[in-house]
């Protein structure tokens, strides 16, 4: 069974840090894309970064690129989000998917019927 669980999230003041982490399991981690998705209050869901852990690729959304960063940990099935110097506008309940990005393309996509789960909550507020 296909598992992506999300951790890190929490209250951080303007200008702070966050690590995100997905924990992935029930598919070989190498063969797909993990990205990382985000969905504030009354917002779209928009793509944040992504990643193809067998060779590294990855991609950001323009508003992240100069301050978020993606990797991953092939030996724990794992995907991290490095956030620094959070803004308001980043507060947003964020989740890891499987399969939903392309890191050469840069483009992000889901379908309404996607399972997401409950991911982790980033409030950045003073």
């Known amino acids: 069974e296909v598992q992506l669980v999300e951790s890190g999230g929490g209250l951080v003041q303007p200008g702070g840090s966050l690590r995100l982490s997905c924990a992935a399991s029930g598919f070989t981690f190498d063969d797909y894309a993990i990205g990382w998705f985000r969905q504030a209050p009354g917002k779209e869901r928009e793509g944040v970064s992504c990643?193809?852990?067998?060779?590294?690729?990855?991609y950001y959304a323009d508003d992240v690129k100069d301050r978020f960063t993606i990797s991953s940990d092939n030996a724990k099935n794992t995907v991290y989000l490095q956030m620094n110097s959070l803004k308001p506008e980043d507060t947003a309940v964020y989740h890891c998917v499987v399969d939903r990005c392309d890191p050469v393309f840069g483009g992000f996509y889901y379908s309404p019927n996607d399972y997401w789960g409950q991911g982790t909550q980033v409030t950045v507020s003073s």
């Open positions: 990643i193809r852990s067998s060779d590294r690729s990855t």
